[in-house]
């Protein structure tokens, strides 16, 4: 397929960001963005230009180099999801995993990547079974229908998994979810600011707290690693439970009520997974390519002059990845507003693509497994109580999902 190439002195005429009108396909612009050339220049709305990457290929050239910069701390970093005042926020405090770059990065990466292998979370896999279980039988015992499966499940189960992991109190879920949740959302400054101090404040408390009473989670075998190694770092802990508790729940849950969203409005497609569980694996990623639910939220700065696609960008010029526009990019993916789950879509970018990619994916992917096998497995009439246009999606966040999810059977 040939590509045609962004005039590198025009913008493009789109400002960011750009809300989703219809809830199963992308904003009309990024399809006309993306045909124009896979590489534009943009404005956003908290001022300023960057480069607005949409295409497949262009997208993975520029997540694999180096020469683009993830810390947000620098220069020409384009504020796309962060206002200004937040970022001073972020700029006082050390950097999370995903604003590290190099060796940092890495060796940060490294201390944490053993949680997260394939066979550690297969132990994980019964324990899991169990708490979708639990949740379902609430279900069905419901006094009345419908049920909003946010409440339900799509939000209790990844929060009490990522609890048991990290060693964070259930009895707290309200609270960082609440907090996680204005955090994503387009609302006030202060909100936002509210909700960050006031979640960054509980987990520092949470690891002073397993600094002088360690037990067997996540945290707790980082503290007892530092120690060993000798490279205490209670701020760096903090960051990194910040990340992990944030980005552990909130992104999951929505896919969880996505994916049933999906499905539900896709009746051939849900009967071959339930005719075939064997096909939920390939299921799910093509759910997590079709609906991308962290779009625009990958950002770069060119640390010095690079050629991505045919396009000059400067050092210190901002870039922004849209990973939706690059899942829908039909030379990647043939068809791609047919969801299709049979589709083999692995190459996807919804997890992100080379050195940043998501820690968590394999924890992710196990746990939208098993709640999709299991609740069309245990409620196989399972249906929506509304219809699928009229459910209140969150186009006000930066996490696309859905507020409330009537379901009945």
């Known amino acids: 397929m040939t590509r045609n190439v962004a005039d590198t002195g025009e913008l493009a005429g789109l400002e960011l960001p750009v809300g989703r009108s219809c809830p199963f396909t992308p904003p009309a612009a990024y399809e006309r963005l993306r045909e124009q050339a896979p590489i534009n220049k943009v404005r956003l709305a908290g001022g300023g230009e960057a480069w607005w990457v949409s295409g497949h290929e262009e997208a993975r050239a520029v997540l694999i180099d180096s020469r683009f910069s993830s810390d947000k701390r620098k220069d020409g970093f384009p504020l796309y999801t962060l206002d200004a005042a937040t970022l001073q926020q972020l700029r006082s405090q050390p950097p999370l995993m995903l604003g590290m770059d190099g060796a940092e990065h890495a060796a940060a990466r ?3 990547i053993g949680e997260f292998t394939v066979r550690r979370l297969a132990a994980l896999r019964p324990r899991i079974q169990d708490i979708v279980d639990h949740f379902i039988d609430d279900m069905l015992a419901a006094d009345q229908q419908p049920v909003d499966l946010v409440q339900a499940l799509s939000l209790p189960v990844p929060s009490l998994v990522i609890c048991e992991l990290l060693g964070v109190p259930y009895t707290d879920h309200d609270f960082f979810q609440s907090r996680t949740a204005m955090m994503v959302r387009r609302t006030s400054l202060e909100d936002r600011q509210r909700a960050f101090t006031e979640l960054r404040a509980y987990i520092d408390d949470l690891i002073t707290r397993k600094e002088s009473e360690p037990d067997d989670d996540l945290f707790s075998r980082q503290i007892a690693r530092q120690r060993q190694e000798g490279t205490v770092d209670h701020a760096g802990l903090v960051s990194l439970a910040f990340l992990l508790l944030t980005a552990g729940h909130e992104t999951t849950a929505n896919m969880i009520s996505l994916g049933v969203v999906g499905l539900l409005s896709h009746p051939k497609q849900l009967a071959a997974v339930k005719a075939d569980p064997s096909r939920t694996p390939m299921a799910v990623e093509e759910l997590l390519r079709y609906f991308t639910i962290a779009d625009g939220v990958t950002s770069r700065v060119a640390t010095e002059d690079v050629e991505i696609g045919e396009v000059s960008i400067k050092a210190g010029e901002g ?12 030379a ?51 249906r929506l109580a509304a219809p699928a246009e009229d459910l209140p999606f969150k186009t ?9 999810l009537p379901v009945t059977w």
């Not at 996807?348 to 609740?375: K, S, W, Y």
């Open 110 to 112: 490294r201390a944490v």
């Open 332 to 382: 990647a993916f043939e068809d791609p507003g047919e969801l299709d789950v049979e589709r083999g879509a692995r190459h996807h970018l919804a997890f992100g693509f080379g050195p940043h990619q998501c820690l968590g994916q394999n924890l992710a992917r196990m746990e939208l497994q098993i709640v999709f096998d299991t609740l069309f497995r245990r409620i196989p009439t399972l």
């Open 396 to 404: 006000d966040a930066v996490i696309y999902g859905v507020h409330e």
């Open 319 to 330: 870039v922004i990845v849209s990973m939706l526009s690059a899942n829908w990019d039909p």
